[in-house]
């Protein structure tokens, strides 16, 4: 979930509340989008567990305009 100040991330085990300020990048590839924080930490979201992809899509590409960081998109990536 994504409000205006926080984003909440959960499992089946945790509950995590991050200020959207903490983000310094934001990555996807084919399978996967990478949230990484300035803490080092990376939040990892599996795009076939994502309900509405194109709307999460275009909220991070919004919210990456607005925090003035790098959207990467890399759909051909893969691991060598």
Same mark, same amino acid.
């Given at each position: 979930? *994504? ?6 991330? &959960?499992?089946? !085990? $945790?509950?995590?509340? /991050? !200020?959207? @300020?903490?983000? @310094?990048?934001?990555? =996807?590839?084919?399978? +996967? *989008?990478?949230m990484l924080l &300035?803490?080092?930490? +990376? ?5 076939n567990k994502i $309900? #509405?992809? #194109?709307?999460l899509t275009k +909220?991070?590409? =919004?919210? !990456? #305009? &607005?925090? !003035?960081?790098?959207?990467? /998109? #890399?759909?051909?990536?893969?691991? &060598?």
């Open positions: 979930e *994504i409000g205006n100040e926080y984003m909440w991330a &959960r499992d089946k !085990a $945790n509950e995590s509340k /991050v !200020a959207i @300020t903490e983000l @310094t990048e934001i990555c =996807e590839i084919s399978s +996967t *989008i990478y &300035r803490s080092g930490q +990376t939040l990892i979201l599996p795009k $309900n #509405d992809l #194109d709307s +909220t991070l590409h =919004e919210l !990456a #305009d &607005r925090l !003035a960081i790098s959207y990467t /998109v #890399d759909q051909h990536w893969s691991w &060598r």
